[in-house]
């Protein structure tokens, strides 16, 4: 389920799988196009992708998906619980894919942060390669997002530290080595990240211009 | 997913009702009881109840209908809810466009203050726009399981509209209600605390109802845990009841409100201007854009008048609102599953008390409709059959 590999044909489909409707609900757009192109590579060739939720019902009947998927950031969720409902404004009934007999699926599909409905009277077991795709393409989507938010803090601390260390060598006279040497021993001394020690040097000296 | 009995992670959606909740966990009351709480916003009620059912979160600031259809296994799978603490009585109203305020003005006999006049006023409005070939009306509201839903429905079918034929009733999420007001999607909703506030500072939306004027006591959200997490964890349960009490009393009083529009304002919070949620708690509303107030000291009930004790003639009452309008079946067994729902037994063991306090000036019957007969849980066949605009019971 972890694995990310193009074409790994974890989805199982088979010829049958062009032929279902498979409507994308993601504000995201980049994973949008990353859940698009790992569907067409497993063979859904019958991706459509919304731009916008307002009027989603009418936009889902005149889609009219077997099945949708659906980022859980997207407060629309709650529009789609509205097509359980017997009403005149309802057409085609959906439901939410819960299965009972494999609870870590749907559990996964939480955590992840998608969630999938089943229009229209459509089996179970052919939606469940297609939410283990999403599972996984979400699950690596977020590990992206939060390497780079950790690549990132990394880059402004090392901006914070080279900082601190101009400020120590010109007010203390020191060599580059000794400055980081300096806030290195703090660090330890203080049981703080050297970032830290860095951010209130220069705040220190950002008061004291 | 294993964490110790004392670190919490609690859902929460952002309305001015998750003030003791909100107020429990920032204020520190959670603290005070040994509790580490970590609250998570969300967007929808779907989330909530998906993330409390897998064990996700511990409790959750759940909408009451949501609570008793998991419980009843309606319209998703079933898991048992308990439901230890009200977290608020009313808050809801029922806002239009200034366009339809003025056309139910013009086809009223009375006062529109009034909800009778007011859905009398609507069948007109109603059967005018059929009679002229004209698209029937769009009201939002938040959820299939919803009071919102329920609520309106209530009002809308006394003055003969059926809900589901001659108007369209729209599920919105809170965030998108008023922006659907301003594209003209919907021509009123029925919503909680802050947004129709918000329609009305925006100049889109006059506030019609307060739900109190329809029903004087309908419970609105709960802290609501699984029930088999009541079971494993009866001693972190109650402390998290003694501290929402406090909250509940802190808010209650009004030398507090500034600090607690401030906490619940926060952008982590509800995210709107302290002054909106202040106008909420003190049950003094802005209702039309030009500036008219209206104020009810039962708009909001946040503890006073023993609104936090979890009252099970509540349940009952929206079990039957789900028998009337066909979402669920009639049954003793179903009636009994919805009513254990409410818990004032854990909320007494809490809190050390062994019996209700009777309220002066609150509704013999625990609801006080605006119409119908007295509400009885124990004939509830009785309370459909006074309905003519139905679909099941």
């Not at chain 1, 389920?1 to 799988?17: D, L, R």
């Not at chain 2, 909680?192 to 609105?220: K, M, Q, T």
């Not at chain 2, 007969?373 to 099941?392: E, T, V």
């Amino acid at each position: 389920m972890e694995s990310t590999k193009p074409g790994s044909g974890k989805a199982g489909c088979s010829s049958t799988g062009a032929a279902l409707k498979i409507l994308l609900i993601d504000g995201d757009p980049i994973r949008r196009e990353i859940l698009k192109a790992g569907l067409l590579e497993a063979g859904f060739l019958n991706v459509v992708r919304i731009e916008s939720t307002n009027g989603l019902l009418d936009q889902v009947y005149r889609i009219d998906p077997d099945v949708i998927l659906i980022d859980l950031e997207d407060p629309s969720r709650d529009v789609l619980e509205q097509m359980f409902q017997v009403s005149r404004i309802v057409r085609r009934p959906i439901a939410m894919f819960v299965d009972q007999s494999d609870q870590s699926t749907t559990e996964a599909a939480v955590e992840a942060g998608v969630s999938a409905y089943i229009v229209g009277g459509l089996q179970k077991e052919r939606i469940k390669g297609i939410l283990e795709l999403c599972i996984s393409r979400f699950n690596a989507v977020a590990r992206l997002q939060d390497e780079l938010a950790r690549a990132k803090d990394a880059l402004e601390a090392r901006k914070l530290i080279d900082r601190a260390k101009g400020i120590l060598m010109q007010a203390k006279g020191l060599s580059e080595e000794q400055a980081y040497a300096a806030l290195r021993k703090t660090a330890m001394n203080e049981k703080r990240k050297i970032s830290d020690v860095a951010q209130a040097v220069v705040t220190a000296s950002d008061l004291l211009k | 997913m294993k964490r110790s009995r004392d670190r919490l992670r609690i859902g929460f959606i952002p309305l001015a009702d998750a003030a003791a909740l909100i107020v429990a966990v920032d204020k520190g009351f959670t603290a005070q009881e040994g509790l580490d709480v970590e609250l998570v916003r969300e967007v929808s009620w779907s989330n909530v109840r998906d993330k409390l059912n897998i064990g996700l979160f511990d409790a959750a600031h759940l909408i009451a209908p949501v609570a008793i259809a998991s419980s009843l296994g309606i319209g998703h799978v079933r898991v048992p809810i308990v439901a230890p603490f009200c977290l608020g009585i009313n808050g809801n109203a029922i806002t239009v466009t200034p366009a339809l305020h003025s056309a139910l003005a013009e086809a009223a006999d009375g006062d529109l203050l009034d909800p009778m006049v007011s859905a009398r006023a609507l069948g007109r409005v109603v059967a005018a726009r059929r009679r002229r070939g004209q698209d029937p009306l769009t009201f939002g509201m938040t959820f299939p399981f919803s009071t919102h839903n329920y609520h309106i429905r209530f009002w809308m079918a006394a003055g003969g509209v059926d809900p589901d034929e001659d108007v369209r009733l729209v599920v919105l999420p809170p965030p998108y209600m008023v922006e659907s007001l301003a594209n003209g999607h919907v021509d009123g909703f029925c919503v909680g605390a802050p947004w129709n506030s918000v329609a009305v500072d925006l100049g889109i939306g006059v506030i019609l109802h307060f739900v109190s004027e329809i029903l004087a006591r309908a419970s609105e959200k709960l802290l609501a845990v699984r029930q088999s997490w009541s079971e494993e964890n009866p001693d972190t349960l109650l402390r998290l009841v003694r501290a929402h009490q406090q909250a509940a009393s802190f808010i209650e009083d009004t030398r507090n409100r500034g600090e607690v529009a401030e906490i619940l304002a926060a952008p982590g919070r509800i995210g709107v201007a302290a002054e909106v949620v202040r106008r909420t708690l003190d049950g003094n509303l802005k209702v039309t854009p030009s500036g008219a107030m209206r104020a009810s000291d039962r708009y909001l009930l946040v503890g006073r008048h023993g609104a936090a004790r979890p009252d099970p003639i509540q349940a009952a009452w929206l079990y039957a609102q789900m028998v009337r309008w066909g979402q669920a079946p009639l049954s003793p067994e179903h009636l009994a599953a919805a009513t254990a729902v409410l818990r004032p037994d854990l909320y007494d063991a809490a809190l050390g008390r062994s019996e209700c306090a009777a309220h002066a000036g609150e509704p013999a019957d625990g609801i006080g409709a605006f119409t119908g007969p007295s509400f009885d849980p124990a004939d509830i066949a009785g309370h459909l059959s006074a309905w003519s605009i139905k679909r099941g019971g």
